[in-house]
């Protein structure tokens, strides 16, 4: 038996779709299957706007840009999340302050941010997992400090905050569609919006500030960050299953947690499935030896799994930012390991899976 710690989720109806699109006679280049894909996402989150682009790390960068994000800005971090987030900052020449994140959900800590000495132009906020803190905390702080709230919400499609997805409490929120997300379409990121100033100026970046679409005339500097039709036509498949995809997410979870709780061994984050659609299955355990001996021996038994992001400050490009003055990301990181968590996963492997670990610990 072999089981990957998690893979995309397919149907029939994508294959089906494709090979229609395919007989069509489209370009496969970004056009009307794109607009159709940006228009079911919107309805589907609520919000008045959805650009689809290359991956969540342009998402999250156009996202910047569009808020007016320059050099000498500074931008709030967490210290743990995945590289790209604090990359972006970097690449629209702004400078990343970071900060630790809370031990309940590893997202941002707030205190640490409202205690901060630093003057930010905003702050990224980073839902772990589909959970967040208090996201109306960070609303009314960014509104009474002038700042810009984006949302990096790669990992929370699906997610709310008091009934309210994650990802339209900013100015802006971003998802990802990278394989082991929700939805997939194999790379491609998501932008939402409710203001028409942010979107205008997306649609504009993301296609070489033309002064309207197929003309080559240009307004200003711009990317070619376009999406592509045989992506959305897979897309479009996919956001008509998504309620099936979130509750296979959630009931995967709830599977684990009453297989694995009465294990005093493992930590599982406290996690209100009412509100969450977790990405993937985390877990802590008691230390960096523990959690990469159970992975070998899960692996040896057929079983994917994989270690959290590392946290940024212990990344190279970041050690800079003083080892210890993260602890809780720092201890977390290096104790935290994902189960196999794919949509398609059968009840038989979570079993097997399941008893293996209980068998670890005896």
């Known amino acids: 038996m072999k089981i990957n710690q998690i893979e995309p989720y397919l149907s029939d109806k994508e294959s089906i779709a494709v090979a229609e699109y395919l007989k069509s006679g489209g370009w496969l280049t970004e056009f009307k299957k794109t607009q159709e894909f940006e228009r079911r996402i919107a309805e589907y989150i609520g919000v008045k706007h959805a650009v689809v682009v290359p991956s969540g790390t342009v998402a999250l960068y156009l996202a910047l840009l569009s808020v007016g994000i320059k050099p000498g800005d500074k931008v709030a971090v967490p210290n743990y999340t995945m590289i790209a987030t604090i990359n972006v900052i970097k690449w629209a020449g702004a400078e990343p302050i970071i900060f630790d994140v809370n031990e ?39 509104k009474d400090n002038n700042l810009f709230l984006i949302e990096d919400s790669a990992q929370a499609m699906g997610s709310c905050f008091e009934n309210k997805f994650l990802g339209t409490f900013g100015d802006l929120g971003v998802f990802s569609l990278t394989p082991h997300k929700i939805i997939t379409t194999g790379q491609g990121g998501i932008i939402i919006t409710n203001n028409s100033e942010y979107y205008s100026k997306v649609k504009a970046l993301k296609d070489f500030s033309r002064t309207k679409p197929g003309v080559d005339i240009h307004n200003d500097i711009g990317y070619n960050f376009k999406f592509t039709d045989i992506q959305s036509v897979i897309g479009i498949e996919q956001i008509k299953t ?26 599982f984050f406290e996690t209100d499935l009412d509100q969450v659609t977790p990405w993937a299955i985390d877990i802590v355990l ?11 021996f899960l692996l040896d038994k057929g079983i994917g799994s994989r270690v959290f992001y590392p946290a940024l400050n212990s990344q190279l490009p970041y050690s800079h930012f003083e080892s210890g003055s993260f602890p809780i990301s720092e201890s977390i990181t290096e104790r935290g390991l994902w189960l196999p968590s794919s949509i398609g996963l059968r009840d038989d492997e979570l079993e097997y899976i399941c008893d293996n670990i209980i068998e670890y610990f005896k």
């Open 286 to 296: 008691k230390s960096k030896e523990i959690r990469d001996d159970l992975a070998k």
């Open 242 to 267: 998504i309620d099936f995809r979130i509750q296979r997410k959630k009931k995967l979870y709830d599977d684990y947690y009453n297989k694995l709780v009465h294990l005093n061994q493992i930590q």
């Open 104 to 142: 309940d959900t590893m997202c941002m800590d707030f205190n640490a941010i409202k205690s901060s000495i630093f003057s930010f132009k905003a702050i990224l906020y980073v839902a772990i997992n589909g959970r967040s803190g208090n996201m109306n905390d960070y609303v009314n702080y960014c």
